[in-house]
């Protein structure tokens, strides 16, 4: 990567906005914890100096370092501008992009960034900016050596790596697996910021696009090993974990899918079937959920509705995967699978705390483990962009965990 050349290894844009604000603490937080001599030279960016200054502050009375505000650099840079961001793009190796909805703020930034030969990463949760970021610029990315990685936030790091952390605890072949967000709220929950709402409601009000994108790109399906993964009624009762839950709508399904293409395609990996949904509690919550559904689906497909649901609000998470497969020589062909894992991925608040640790982590692991990437460059999914690296172990030491919960042989 082009650091030697730029003043900046990494830049935060729209660190003023409300989760660039929690992405720029992180940074400085994992600068600050870092040694000497390992410390990169670091900047923030966005469109008013005095609300960039004041990020710097804020952070530095939060974290206790007086000095941060001169020690980070300010770059003056508008979405609107594309020379703006042209400039930033030439003076950094990284940008964090942290400026949503992506689907109508996302792609200047992708644009300059492969233009000026910078690699880029965002906490994007919309499939339909992701997909088709892949098919208009993964060519031009790979020719120019840079990385555009995706989702690398609560959306969808924790269920990507997820699915690669249960297949490599596997002592067999993982083929399937479906996970359940458990949402937890209490004094770790939090208040959905209005573009991060804006960013779903939006996705889920134009999923007809993303059908048609898809059928247009006439991908080969890719192969079903061992049984084939039935999927649940709109509401079903999972035994495991005692509640019932729903089909989880945000990104996660769109881009572990990718990733498993990807290493089928590319890395000849046997690839796993996969199904998310998210828990809802008792019987009473899912007669309030499919009220609140209804309410949702209504408000989507209007204008006003859609600026009302970006006040509702939403908290924390944990990931509970349940994995089948077959162990060692036990062959896939016409058998039911005889191996079980449940593992699990859980930390401190999903939205401003383990996003920008996500986000943060990866852009560590991009910068520091360039041998360790897919040879090139291209347009990534977290999983596919990270799936030799040791991202886990960072994001262990960083509070987001983990684990085996059990493994059994049937």
């Not at 940074?27 to 040694?35: G, L, P, S, W």
Request: glycine share 10%; charged share 20%; proline share 5%.
């Amino acid at each position: 990567m082009a650091t030697e050349q730029r003043p900046y290894h990494l830049v935060v844009f729209g660190a003023s906005g409300f989760t660039g604000q929690f992405v720029t603490e992180e940074v400085a937080r994992e600068q600050m914890t870092a040694e000497q001599s390992s410390r990169l030279p670091w900047a923030v960016a966005g469109r008013s100096k005095e609300k960039l200054q004041q990020v710097l502050e804020k952070a530095a009375l939060k974290l206790g370092r007086p000095t941060l505000p001169s020690e980070v650099g300010i770059i003056i840079c508008d979405i609107s501008n594309p020379a703006s961001l042209d400039e930033m793009a030439t003076k950094t190796a990284l940008v964090l992009n942290c400026v949503g909805p992506y689907r109508f703020y996302g792609e200047p930034v992708v644009k300059a960034c492969i233009e000026n030969g910078t690699s880029c990463i965002d906490i994007c949760g919309e499939p339909q900016f992701l997909e088709v970021m892949h098919a208009k610029y993964h060519e031009k990315a790979a020719e120019k050596g840079v990385y555009i990685i995706g989702s690398s936030g609560f959306d969808s790091i924790p269920a990507d790596l997820g699915v690669l952390y249960t297949r490599n605890q596997m002592n067999g072949t993982l083929t399937a697996v479906e996970s359940f967000l458990t949402i937890h709220t209490g004094s770790e929950g939090l208040c959905i910021h209005d573009g991060t709402w804006k960013s779903a409601i939006y996705g889920f009000g134009d999923k007809g696009t993303l059908r048609k994108l898809r059928s247009a790109s006439c991908l080969k399906p890719v192969p079903i090993v061992g049984s084939k993964l039935k999927r649940r009624w709109p509401v079903s009762y999972c035994r495991e974990l005692n509640s019932y839950s729903i089909p989880f709508l945000g990104s996660d399904m769109s881009v572990v899918k990718r990733t498993q293409r990807y290493l089928h395609e590319n890395l000849q990996e046997s690839p796993v079937q996969y199904a998310a949904y998210v828990t809802v509690g008792g019987i009473t919550s899912v007669i309030k959920l499919m009220f609140a559904g209804l309410f949702f689906l209504f408000f989507v497909k209007s204008s006003i509705g859609r600026h009302l649901l970006a006040k509702m609000e939403s908290s924390s998470f944990t990931m509970t995967f349940f994995g089948q497969g077959y162990s060692h020589g036990f062959s896939t062909d016409k058998n039911k699978p005889n191996i079980r894992i449940c593992t699990q991925v859980k930390g401190p608040e999903a939205g401003y705390v383990a996003t920008p640790i996500a986000m943060v982590q990866a852009a560590m692991t991009l910068l520091n483990d360039a041998s360790d990437l897919p040879k090139g460059g291209g347009v990534f999914t977290p999983g596919a962009a990270f799936s030799r690296t040791k991202l886990i172990d960072r994001l262990n030491q960083h509070g987001i965990e983990f684990s085996v919960i059990s493994s059994s042989e049937v």
